[in-house]
């Protein structure tokens, strides 16, 4: 597709089950982003892949956050045993590069998860 | 690491009226990007700055550079309805794209 694409779009689980978030970027995009904002804040950093490597990992609220990336396409975060704060808007991006040169960011419209 | 900070944290205006975003961060920087993201909706991208400009204009945006000061600002001219958003400025860390907890603006009809 021509955009970032995330799905699902709205995940509602119950407390202690494991998800999966999906993130397809613009393909040639070599790095990738996750972020999580909760309701009504600002975007909070968890990780980025540069291919299939993450070389930056700090955001990762605590071992129950996981993340891959295959054939420098397809990301999917793992939240194993959710929950209630782990409730919020995951938001996936993409670019060309990353780097302090970078340039823009593409988004995508991001996945909501409601732990119970 | 390397945090843009914006003022205000909200912003009511009525349409027409101009709308002032600012921008602040910490350390040198060869660009910075303000992003909008309408609620609940992924961002967007509306324009990069290089350190080596100081205004940059696009369509009713102006943005500013000020790298002796670490600050930037956003001007929205004869601000719509539609412009009601959350703004958000990036200035680019070594790898990553930080956000702050951007402007919310409101614009009345």
């Known amino acids: 597709g021509a955009g970032v694409s995330q799905s699902p779009s709205n995940k509602v689980t119950e407390k202690g089950k494991d998800v999966e978030l999906r993130c397809d970027p613009i393909?040639?995009?070599?790095?990738l982003y996750w972020y999580r904002q909760r309701l009504g804040q600002g975007l909070e950093f968890l990780i980025y892949f540069q291919g299939n490597s993450a070389p930056d990992k700090s955001g990762l609220p605590s071992d129950r956050f996981s993340a891959e990336r295959t054939g420098e396409s397809v990301s999917t975060l793992t939240i194993q045993r959710t929950q209630q704060e782990d409730s919020a808007v995951y938001l996936c991006a993409s670019s060309l590069v990353a780097g302090s040169v970078s340039g823009e960011l593409f988004f995508g419209e991001g996945s909501r998860l409601t732990v119970l | 690491s390397q945090q843009g900070e914006e003022d205000p944290q909200a912003l009511s205006i009525q349409e027409g009226e101009n709308a002032t975003m600012n921008c602040s961060y910490k350390t040198s920087i060869n660009n910075l990007q303000w992003y909008r993201q309408n609620s609940g909706r992924g961002l967007v991208h509306l324009i990069l700055?290089?350190?080596?400009?100081r205004e940059k204009h696009s369509g009713r945006l102006r943005v500013t550079l000020d790298t002796s000061k670490k600050s930037s600002s956003l001007l929205i001219t004869a601000s719509r309805a539609a412009d009601t958003a959350s703004y958000f400025c990036a200035p680019p860390g070594p790898d990553k794209l930080i956000f702050g907890t951007g402007t919310r603006l409101q614009v009345f009809p």
């Open positions: 700055i290089r350190s080596n400009e």
């Open positions: 393909s040639g995009h070599t790095a």
